[in-house]
């Protein structure tokens, strides 16, 4: 068995059939067929099951992609550090992030990195749902939450920087329904929720877990309203709008408050379950590239540009105007 074969096994597995491995790989597909089959045979066990609408791995072709992706990682970032002793960091990142945070922040932050170290190759995907980081062969993931699902032993994480969720309401609002005093009044108030994927298991949506500045107690606070999403996009526009009080990450909406479109209420209080965090699968060897990554994200975050130059997410550190 050799790399190509291992290749084969995820591509088959990565794409569910054969003629998508073929397309991955970018070979005939009567190649992919006979490849797989003689390593089959080779092996004497059968790695996949195949139908007329998906090929899926045996326990033992399960077997074969798990450890195949540390195999074929360990040849990446053997091939990465020599590359990298004669020249500058050149090779691929692949990174997982969540929607918003990543097209708003992440994304500007990888262009700039991207153009220091023009050899890097970066592939961001976006999407809610953590994926299985070393199954899907992922470097990294700049994440919202913790990861509880992912065994300590088999990921590593740092804060790259802290983040809050704070109250907020269009001024429309505020003025026909009142100002708000204290949590208490909540109740009296349509509080727009959102009802994102990926935060902690067992969270109650309408439900808020609120804590006074300076305070370690948390309060959890019974919200209602008529109007909710999984889009916090649209709960925004809904806020915006003037149609309730919503909770929101202050990277999200830091624009909507420098401009006033937003205000914030009971600004004593904020949700501070929401930090950004680098998770990685564990390497015994780190690649260079990756680590010069991850220190020019944790120098971009630490000082949470949303709140230094909140109109202007895509502007370099250096450049920020006062507030």
């Known amino acids: 068995m050799n790399r190509s074969d291992l290749e084969l096994v995820m591509a088959v597995r990565q794409q569910g059939s054969l003629a998508g491995a073929a397309r991955a790989l970018q070979i005939a597909p009567s190649a992919v067929t006979k490849r797989l089959a003689a390593l089959e045979a080779t092996l004497g066990l059968r790695l996949f099951q195949r139908t007329t609408r998906r090929v899926s791995p045996t326990a033992e072709g399960e077997t074969l992609c798990e450890r195949a992706v540390t195999l074929l990682q360990g040849f990446e970032a053997l091939e990465a550090e ?12 692949r990174l997982a992030a969540t929607l918003g945070f990543g097209r708003i922040w992440l994304g500007p932050a990888l262009a700039r990195f991207q153009q220091r170290h023009p050899q890097v190759s970066v592939q961001l995907q976006l999407t809610e749902q953590l994926p299985d980081l070393a199954l899907e062969g992922f470097d990294g993931a700049i994440w919202l939450w913790h990861a509880p699902s992912q065994r300590a032993s ?19 609002y505020l003025s026909r329904h009142g100002p708000v005093r204290g949590l208490a009044d ?6 727009l929720v ?13 439900h808020w877990r609120l804590q006074r500045s300076g305070e370690v107690a948390i309060q959890h606070v ?5 109007l909710s999403s999984n889009s916090g996009e649209l709960v925004r526009d809904w806020c915006i709008g003037g149609h309730g009080i919503m909770l929101r990450s202050l990277w999200d909406i830091a624009p909507q408050l420098a401009s006033g479109e937003l205000v914030q209420v009971l600004p004593e209080y904020v949700m501070a379950d929401a930090d950004i965090h680098w ?3 564990y390497r015994a060897q780190v690649p260079r590239r ?11 975050f630490a000082e949470e540009p949303w709140k230094l130059n909140p109109t202007s997410p895509a502007a370099p550190p250096g ?5």
């Open 82 to 93: 020599l590359r990298e002793q004669q020249q500058e960091p050149a090779g691929p990142i």
């Open 222 to 226: 019974a919200v209602r309203g008529h």
């Open 279 to 281: 998770l990685a699968p």
């Open 186 to 191: 909540l109740a009296q108030h349509e509080c």
């Open 194 to 206: 959102v009802r994102e994927n990926g935060g902690s298991a067992g969270q109650r949506f309408d």
């Open 154 to 172: 088999e990921w590593v994480a740092r804060r790259l920087a802290p983040n809050q969720r704070v109250l907020v309401a269009a001024p429309a």
């Open 290 to 300: 990756i680590r010069l990554l991850l220190d020019f994200l944790a120098s971009s």
């Open 319 to 323: 450049s920020r105007r006062t507030r």
